[in-house]
């Protein structure tokens, strides 16, 4: 798997950014596994239900509940990984302003923010998962608060990006190069 995080200076690897990247690694393995699973799986059962309902006229039923299940899971891990990547929409402006020292200051305190919002966001998750437990699909069987659980799941590895991002920022030589996102790894 191709590396999408800035390059730590061979100098400046200790134990600190080598956990970070293990990490960093662990979330991006971790998010494209559920991406990925939760699109062949919806694929999957969606081209069964389309094809027994075309040869008997009838469908299964359950095939119509994964997309509630897995969607949520979908978007959250695809969320997690373009944080990972550094592809979210950043406004940027005031950074052309600031110095060097200026700018590791605004990002780290973003990243406090970013962490506190995440955290918290996962915190209150855990009582919409408690409320939406008595909710089931019918056909399944399987309680929604599995649909909901992507969120928590997903604000839990934001939280966590913002944290390893934090740990980047301080050992970086050069803040904005940070989770800078480079668009010849898209290809």
Known sequence: MMTTHSPIPVARIGATALVVKWVDDVIVVTSSVIAISSLVIMFVSLMAEVIVRYVTNQ???WPTEMPNLLFPWLVMSGVVLAAQRGQH??????NALLSRTGNRVLLLAQQVLVLATFFYLAWVGLDVVAITGSEVYPVTGIAARWAYLALI??????????????????????????????IEEDV
């Not at 929409?89 to 005031?94: E, G, H, Q, R, S």
């Open 89 to 94: 929409i950043a406004v940027t402006a005031l």
């Open 59 to 61: 469908g299964m039923g």
């Open 153 to 182: 799941v997903g604000f839990t590895g934001l939280g966590i990006t913002a944290l390893t991002t934090f740990v980047r920022l301080l050992q970086a030589s050069d803040p904005l190069a940070v989770r800078r996102h480079h």
